[in-house]
C-alpha cells in the first residue's frame, strides 16, 4: 500500500481532532464545588429565611414533597409560604392538612390577572409574603434530598450576593437524555455565574434578595412573556457579579420526571426566553463552538472511515477506526467526571451517543419553535 500525502494528511487531522474534541465538549469545562462553605457549613450559623414554593394545579406533588421542607434542620426560624390559585381546591385540601405546622403559610392568587404571567405573579406574591431578607424560590415538583437541604444552602448566601443558583437533578427514572441535556444546561450556567458573567438560572431553585427584588419592581420589563421567570430573575438582578452559587450535593434538590408536555413546553419556552436575555448571543456561541466541534470531529471519522473503506487506503480507515476509539473514550472520561460532580446516575459510556444527538434534538426544537404561533410565548396576545 502506497502511503500518499492525502493518507497522511487525512490521518493526522481525524487523530488531532479526536484528540482535542473531548476537551472542547461542553462537560470539559464544569462549575466549581462549593467546598469551602460545605465544609463550613457546620460552623455557620442559620439565619432567618422564608422558602417560596410555586403550586399551579400541583396539588399532587405539593403533597407529596411539602412534608420534607417542613421538616428541615434548621437552627433560626424559616417559614415555607405555598403560592397556589385561589380556585384550586384540591391544593387548597393539601395545605389545610399541614395547617398546624409553625413553619408553613399560604397565600393565593387572585382568580383572573391579565396581560402578566401568572407564574411571576405567584412568585412576586410569594416574595412580597417573605418576612425574611431572603427567599427561596422553586417549583412545587422539587424536594429536598435530606433534611440538612436548607441549612446547606443558606449557607451559601453572604451579604456581597444579591442572588444564589441552586442545582436540581431529576430522580433517578428520569429519561438520560432528559439528565444529559440538564447537565449541560446546569453546567454552563453555574460556571458563567462563578465567572461573575450569570446568564440564566441553573435550575428550578433560587435565592433572591427580597429588598432588592422590590426595589428594581421584580418582573417588570418582561411580565408579558409566558415564562421564563427563574432566567429572567438572573439575568436582570445578578448580572453585575453579584450572584453566588450553592452547588455541593447537600443543597441540591430533587426534581420529578417533567411529563412528556411539560419536557415539550420547557424546551420551546427555553428558546423564546433566550431571545430576551442579555448575554444571549456569548451563550449561545460558546454552546455552537462546544457542539460544533464535536460535530466536525464526527464527521471527519466518517469521512476517513469511508474514504480507507473505498479506496483500500488501509492507514487512513485505520487511522479513522482509532480516532472514532479515541474521541469515544475521551467523550466518555470527561462525562465520567461530570456526571459524579452533578450525582448523575447515567452510565457515561452512553454519554457519546447523547452528544451526538443533542445537536440533532436542540435542531428539532428549533424548527417547532420556528412554526409556532409566537402568540402562545406572551400574555397579551394580539
Known amino acids: 500500500m502506497e502511503i500518499t500525502t492525502i493518507t497522511l494528511s487525512i490521518s493526522s487531522v481525524v487523530l488531532l481532532l479526536a484528540a482535542v474534541s473531548p476537551m472542547v465538549s461542553p462537560l470539559f469545562r464544569l462549575p466549581k464545588r462549593?467546598?469551602?462553605a460545605s465544609a463550613a457549613i457546620g460552623e455557620n450559623k442559620d439565619k432567618p429565611i422564608s422558602v417560596v414554593i410555586i403550586s399551579h394545579?400541583?396539588?399532587?406533588?405539593?403533597?407529596k414533597h411539602l412534608p420534607a421542607f417542613l421538616s428541615q434542620k434548621y437552627d433560626a426560624d424559616y417559614q415555607v409560604i405555598v403560592v397556589a390559585d385561589k380556585s384550586d381546591s384540591e391544593t387548597d385540601d393539601v395545605i389545610k392538612r399541614f395547617s398546624n405546622d409553625p413553619h408553613l403559610y399560604a397565600t393565593f392568587m387572585p382568580l383572573s390577572s391579565r396581560y402578566i404571567s401568572r407564574k411571576k405573579l405567584a412568585?412576586?406574591?410569594?416574595?412580597?409574603a417573605a418576612k425574611y431578607p431572603w427567599a427561596i424560590v422553586t417549583d412545587a415538583w422539587c424536594t429536598p434530598e435530606s433534611d440538612e437541604w436548607l441549612h446547606s444552602f443558606a449557607s451559601h448566601i453572604n451579604d456581597d450576593s444579591d442572588v444564589v443558583l441552586g442545582y436540581s437533578h431529576y430522580e433517578e427514572e428520569a429519561p438520560s437524555h432528559f439528565h444529559y441535556e440538564n447537565i449541560v444546561d446546569a453546567s454552563q450556567n453555574l460556571r458563567l455565574a462563578q465567572k461573575n458573567h450569570a446568564y440564566a438560572s441553573a435550575s428550578r431553585v433560587l435565592a433572591i434578595k427580597k429588598e432588592n427584588f422590590l426595589a428594581q419592581d421584580g418582573f417588570?420589563?418582561?411580565l408579558k412573556y409566558m415564562r421564563g421567570e427563574y432566567d429572567f430573575l438572573v439575568n436582570k438582578f445578578g448580572r453585575n457579579g453579584n450572584t453566588a452559587t450553592a452547588f455541593t450535593p447537600s443543597a441540591f434538590l430533587s426534581e420529578d420526571t417533567p411529563f412528556k408536555k411539560r419536557w415539550s413546553e420547557n424546551h420551546l419556552f427555553a428558546i423564546n426566553t433566550g431571545r430576551h436575555l442579555d448575554g444571549h448571543w456569548i451563550a449561545t456561541l460558546v454552546r455552537q463552538i462546544d457542539f460544533g466541534l464535536m460535530n466536525i470531529t464526527n464527521l471527519a471519522i466518517i469521512a476517513a472511515i469511508t474514504y480507507g473503506a473505498l479506496k483500500e487506503d488501509w492507514l487512513t480507515l485505520g487511522a479513522g477506526i482509532l480516532a472514532l476509539i479515541i474521541e469515544y473514550v475521551g467523550v466518555s472520561l470527561v462525562a465520567k467526571r461530570a456526571f459524579r460532580r452533578f450525582q448523575c446516575p447515567v452510565n457515561p459510556f452512553i454519554a457519546p451517543l447523547m452528544a451526538f444527538y443533542q445537536p440533532l434534538r436542540s435542531l428539532g426544537w428549533r424548527l417547532r419553535y420556528n412554526l409556532a404561533n409566537k402568540n402562545d410565548f406572551i400574555t397579551h396576545k394580539i
Open 123 to 128: 412568585i412576586t406574591l410569594g416574595i412580597k
Open 34 to 36: 462549593d467546598d469551602k
Open 57 to 63: 394545579d400541583n396539588a399532587p406533588e405539593l403533597e
Open 220 to 222: 417588570l420589563g418582561n
